[in-house]
């Protein structure tokens, strides 16, 4: 009886503890635990929603670079005190990544196998461009292939793989993106990464490499890359091949309704992403505050005056494709005589006089407003022409979907990787770079003519490109001219001055328009002058915009010569330095594996 | 029945069995104490007689029977000495007067599930009496506790009216914080939400030892509330009303550049050193002038209007030349407040009730449509004996907060405060000449907002904000005693909790330039909406315990034991309405329609929940009184942790040695009454993390981002990776203290020292590379080490003077403390920007600097000699004259964090501590002839600041030079080749801003010393003599005056008297940074009246 008693009080006492241990199991009741979650093709789309904007560059208008100054001059373009190695962050960023990881990590246990492998590719084509930033900033960077664990030391304290390596990785993935990805999706929208996205994105990168190493082959301070490492061939070649695949066998086309007129900007200037040109774009939309910033940056005199430079407008040709520099006096020409007859995208990418801009209603719709433009010359590219001038008038008021990547790039890719690996052919530039010359009512590119004679202008060392070499110099100048007015302000030009070794594009100086002298200036000849420039006192005028030269506009000779639009800047860009940016002290300070950039001292000593 | 009338019953009884009947006669008179106030409860007894009365209400008492011959009455009530009186034959009546007992040796304190006897307590424990706070202003109790408690911190995080302050006992407690835990009444509670007339004592119990009962929350102290209940006073009820009136002040300074020259000339000279040549105003040589002309124009002369019609650039333009005072024109100086309050307490032997409630109305500083807030609070409490061997008594109370402001942004009113801070500069206008309002400006670098649109949103009055606290508790309790020495304890509390905001924000128009239609800003600021927020808490608690008490030869034994179980479920409730169709009504429904029909609304949630369940146990044992030993200990578990990781044993242990009650100590016991020592030892658990932290969620949210499909995407996110075996902090604490009483206690010390060793810290377990991708997941690895002392003492006494009594007291404590990390395995470079072993908590590193450059040559020959990179960002000129001048400590030729380690601080050394050194209180205060006041100061010792970079008031435009209140005649104090003894140096803007900035690293120049020493509080009152009260049929009634935070002296004034230091205790010091709710003083008048 005793050995009753006392087997039914530990039992009880044992129903009662596990009764108290049940009391305490809490679990959420608003967020789904890791372990029950991947399992369906929803939540793999909600967990890779955040990829795309973290990865996808979503604001590339007001980009600064030899082509385009603000008030402030971004870090970028000045080596001044700005350029530092900081502490920590400096965009040595991983957060992303891991994110990538966990869910590579994990999607397999989701049952849809369709789902596992769209969301594989998706994952992979968000890891390739996760690594293209870095290499791109860092040089090299060490490759992380799983989330990691905190006891993996191994893989937490790894020195940086060469770039060669990484490379090699992103090619695994993005190759493993174009076999999963869909080529398109249900709604026949462009916003989210298709097959063809990750071939364009395969090009892109590749030929960054590609070029990047052939310009910088003599930089060898920049890498140290293994002796069996891929030539530069190796890129370009991959880079020509993934263009020329999505070329012929996508679905993607140049939006054009036969207007050259106004076809190109009008591509820019819709509130939905063209299907047929965009092969990713980003959906922006007002009545979800999803809006961006570029009419203000156009038009507003408060959002970074974001301003083309005089390099820019030198850049386009003339109509009927002769070159600007072989007109007399060219570089002297002001404003009006110098934007007319040129490259008819000119007039869809700035406010010239003359044109249709007039819709853009507010109070700042000049072409010659310099409290708005830096230089003088005002941007119309990505600005609605809406007639809501409120709209425009305001920042942060835009929603015309944004390009991430369109096929007129992927064109330009191919020619030039074609071009530098001396493979180009005319019938390729004809199915590439003349396509858009046609669609802008420009004639074709020859490349003989182009090889035969150089545009001094783009090979010489005061305002163009002087190591391009070779017997494609001459058309390679030319693709490189096209990049320029095609993809004006589409957030690529940094990344080609770093690819093809061209800071000194920025070197060479960051003017605006030219003026002879004070005085009087009608350029779109109604009688009533635009601008007035004056030195001493205000003379009486009846101009629109009246300047005091040294006050208001500095220009490079006194009282004539190029309006220096950032006076108080020195550019001196370190390219033994620059061309790649500084790892951060305390990452440094915890894993001394991680060697600094060169040139960019840190105080440590190893 | 209070202890008084227990006693006096007992007494009473006790001398009813020796009455005897021979001849006899009627004795009567008053017991009055020495204010000539009736003494009720009063035992009387007849020495050799049976038999004795007890005092009434007014004191009071007849006994009848007494013998005719000549007796000795005897007099005694607790709290006051007993008296002894011989009564001759033939007298009848008899006025006594008794002297207060200081001694109070029966005076029992509140204790986890009991209470104890002073006397015998063994831990730390620090008792505040109720009347304390009657006189305080304050808002909440919390802040009424400010400097009353040694070893307790209150630091306010806000000025704002709602805003508690945050609780803290015996300083830094874990790297993860943690605050004490709060009982009111037995159930977990907030202490701010207690109306200080309810309170009857607080007990805080600093010690681990005397926490140990409640287990895990209780690691860093308790705080144990006890409310007023029902008064036993037979059939007479007390009705008290209170009301007081008053304003309240600033303590800061709030004179601002109002001169729209001095204004925009310092801008733009201070905006000029970063971006030279540019101006950040675009104000022209002739605008200048302009402006001077008015330099002095108070207000507007209509000879020099300040706003001036020009054109410009073929487009009319207003130009700005004002002497607009943002500040004043924005807020008041001196803004409102009453509070009223009233109670009624009264009951029987069996039935006690206590019914109380108040009502408290503060205007805040916004001048135009003032903020307000309304606190409205209610109790009601009853006890009552059902049985001879069974009471219940039930709890029940209610709170409603509510405060309603207008606000710029749709987060609170701090943030409204940092979003005003900026472009509200003199030169502008609220309103243009056509009465427009001014908003952006042409006239700024970029597109600046003026005030973030404050000054529209404050006069529109559309956008107000109301923030509303709800809370309603009941405690219901039984108690049983079977036997005398047993006592069986079951209570059961709810409390619904529920905080509501509304927030709302409409469109506005404004214009630029004269000639355009009004433009409608109807995005950011303009953005029209309605966000409701609700956070439910439905919070429960039983506790079960069973008390034994028993007296034998001498020893005395009392045990608690018993178990407790608790859970809260929290909920919130996001609703958004987009558009909406009125810019006044103020209702979801109103939502606008979206492109494809539907309603703009967006909804967002989120639920946890938590459990806790835990036994206790409590042994106390004392040997007549002069040994004294407890032992207790909890088995707790929390949801919060994993299964097998989520109960812990905690014990405690406390002995005490009355040392004045051993024989041997008979003859020093007239000059000291009391000495005790005391010791304890105990080890707690802390459950400091978060609902789940154990295990990885993914939680879903709407992304700033689209795919078309005509609603925002929604994306998952994964909280940050963790360790699975996440446990207890285990925090073990050691107490020593003495108590001394001299002169029956006229004289008292209590001294404590302790060491707190936090253990099993959940930190970071290690700084991982960033490659990782995330923060590094937590781990129970690192100790702290905190060590400290509190002191008190008191002197209380009285005496005649001119014939009345003059009381007058003072009291004093102090507290210190120092925290150290004892372990962090994971920083083993001891890198500064982690913890380290040997850390001390709150150091700051900086630079030694001290010296401005007196001239160009010596500037620019130290920077070609030294590398000052590192303090050189946003540098528009090079180093000149007048700039500050870092040391190269180290001698290597830069100036910089070496490898940012301690045994490689680069030029850095340890300049000071962030917390504050001492923490101090003291009170002075008299009574005579029914006058009465009180002096209570309250402050800190050394305590160090380095000033943030977003400190508008203390770096003005060093930080950013657009601000909307710039501190008067800044320039003063700005080095200039005329000016070169100034405390700042050479004009540069952002350079305390900017990362890397001069002024933004910390240096010995710019540390500011912020201790201070402040009258918390000045109370002075007049009671109304009795006698003509009682003709109006009124008990007492008092007027008096009380004011609050009257003065304060700082080293910090010496650069600044645009901040109060209390504001720096604060941690958070990013926030309060660009402008901030000031903090405030209080006079107010009042007057108590009693039925």
Redo the contacts between chains.
Sequence with gaps: MKKIYRIVTLLAAWMFLAACDDALNKYPLDSITEEAYFETATQLQLFTNSFYSSILPDVPYDEQSDLMVATRLSNLLTNSSFRTVPASGGGWSWTTLRKINTCLGNLYRCKDEEAVKEYNALCKFFRAWFYFDKVQRFGDVPWIDHELASDEKEALYHPRDNRDYVMARMIEDIDEAIAGLPSSYANGKTYRATKWAALALKARFCLFEGTFRKYHAGDITLWTLPVDANPPEYYLQLAAEAAEELIDLGPHSLYSTGHPDYDYQNLFAQYDADPKEYILAIDYDYGFTCTHDASGVALLSVCGRNSPTRGFIDHYLMADGKRYSSVEGWSTKTFEEQVKGRDPRLHQTIRIPGYSYTKLTTNRASFCDMDVSLTGYSINKFVMPSDNMVMNNIRSNSYNDMPVIRIAEVYLIFAEAKAELGTLKQADLDKSVNLLRRRAGMPDLDMNAANRTPDPYLTSEATGYPNVTGENKGVILEIRRERVVELAMEGLRYADLLRWASYGRILQGLYGMYFPGPGEYDWDKDGKADICLYTGSKPSTDATFVYKIGTDITLTEGTKGYVNPNPTYTISLDPDRDYLYPIPTNERVLNHALLQNPNWPDGLSY | MNTFQKIGLTLFLFGAASLAALAQRTLSGRVTDTTGEGIPGAGIVIKGAKGGTVTNIDGKWTLGGVSTDEVTLEVSCLGYTSASVKVPAGRATVDLVLENDNLMLEETVVVGYGTQKKVNLTGAITAVKGDDLQNRTAANVTSMLQGAVPGLNIVASSAVMNEAPDINIRGYTSINGASPMVLIDGAEGDLSRVNPNDVESISVIKDGAAAAVYGARAAFGVILVTTKSGSAAEGKATIRYSGRWGWQEPTTSTDFETRGYWSVYTINKFWDAR????KYLKY?DNDMNELLARVNDVTENPDRPWVVEET????KQWKYYGNNDWYHKLFTDRNPLHQQSLSVTGGGKNFKYFISGLWDHRQGIININPDYLDKYQLRARFEANVTKWMSISNNTSYYDQKYNYPATTMSNVDRTFTHLAAHGLPIFPFQNPDGSWVY?S?Y?????AVANAAHIKFSENKDRHIERKNEFANTTEINITPIKQLRLTGNFTFRKRRDHTTARMTSFQYKM?PD?EP???S??VG?NQLCEKTWNYSYMSANVFATYEDNFDGHHVTAVLGGN?ETQYSQYLEAIAYDLISDKLNDLSLAGT??DGSS?QYID?????????GFFGRFNYDYKGRYLLEVSGRYD???RFA?GH??GFFPSASAGWRISEEPFFAPAKDVMNNLKLRFSFSSLGNQVVS??AY??????DN?????????????????A?N?GDLSWETVQQYNLGLDAGFFKDRLQFTGEAYIRNTLGMLVS??????????S??KQNSANLRTRGYELSVSWKDQFRLAGSPFGYGVSFNLSNYDSYITKYDNNP?K?L?DYYVGKRLGEIWGFKADKLFANDIEAMDYAEAVDL?YV?????YGWSAGDLKYEDLDGDG?I??????VDDPGDRRILGNSLPSLSYGATFSVDWYGFDASVFFQGTGDHYWYPPRWCFPFWGPYSNPMQSFMRRDFLKDVWDYNNTDAYFPRARGYIAEIS?GTLNRTNTRYLQNCRYLRVKNVTVGYTIPQKLTRKIKLEKIRVYFTGENLACWSPLFDHCSYLDPEAMEHDDSENYGRSFYPWQKSFMFGVDIQF
């Design positions: 971006y030279p040549g540019d022209n410009v650039g073929g487009v952006y042409q700024f670098t970029s597109s600046y330039y355009e433009i409608t800003k995005d950011g953005t179980w979206a492109a703009k949630g989120w639920q946890s929940e938590y459990a806790l369940l578990g929390s949801s299964r989520r109960w609902n789940y295990l990885r969620k993914i939680s879903v992304a700033d981002y689209m795919f078309g499909e005509g609603a925002l995407a929604r994306s998952a996110s994964i909280s990776p360790a377990g290690e700084a991982l590379p960033a490659v990782y991708g995330a590094s997941p470079n890198l920007s990179s050189t960002a946003g540098m528009g830069t910089g964090i070496g490898a940012n380690t890397g």
